[in-house]
Nanobody, 124 residues
């Protein structure tokens, strides 16, 4: 089982930037596809971005395309989410997730390991 720990969240003004990190440990991580999801109060878990096990493929929700970038550093077992031009509607708890295949996915139930999440708050 992969253990995932997110960091990098915080309070930022609209238009600002944050970089989230997700450190993985446990079973072999290099072949896992990874995803970022977010959950705002009173809402369901929403797909944000995903990256394949090789890092060669990425996919983004329309709401963050062009503003967020997902990347991975396999030797460091870490996945990143660079978030630019942040908006108040980006406010949520952000979770990273891993799945036991190199193919990326966009649905939460496709992932078998989850981190506890990190809070991102964007003020207007």
């Amino acid at each position: 089982q992969v253990q995932l720990v997110e960091s990098g969240g915080g309070l930022v003004q609209a238009g600002g930037s944050l970089r989230l990190s997700c450190a993985a440990s446990g079973r072999t991580f290099s072949s896992d596809a990874m995803g970022w999801f977010r959950q705002a109060p009173g809402k369901g878990r929403e797909f944000v971005a995903a990256i394949s096990g090789s890092g060669s493929s990425t996919y983004y929700a329309d709401s963050v395309k062009g503003r967020f970038t997902i990347s991975r550093d396999t030797p460091k077992d870490t996945v990143y989410l660079q978030m630019n031009s942040l908006k108040p509607e980006d406010t949520a708890v952000y979770h990273c997730a891993a799945r036991r295949t190199s193919l990326l996915a966009v649905t939460p139930n496709s992932y078998d390991s989850w981190g506890q999440g990190t809070q991102v708050t964007v003020s207007s």
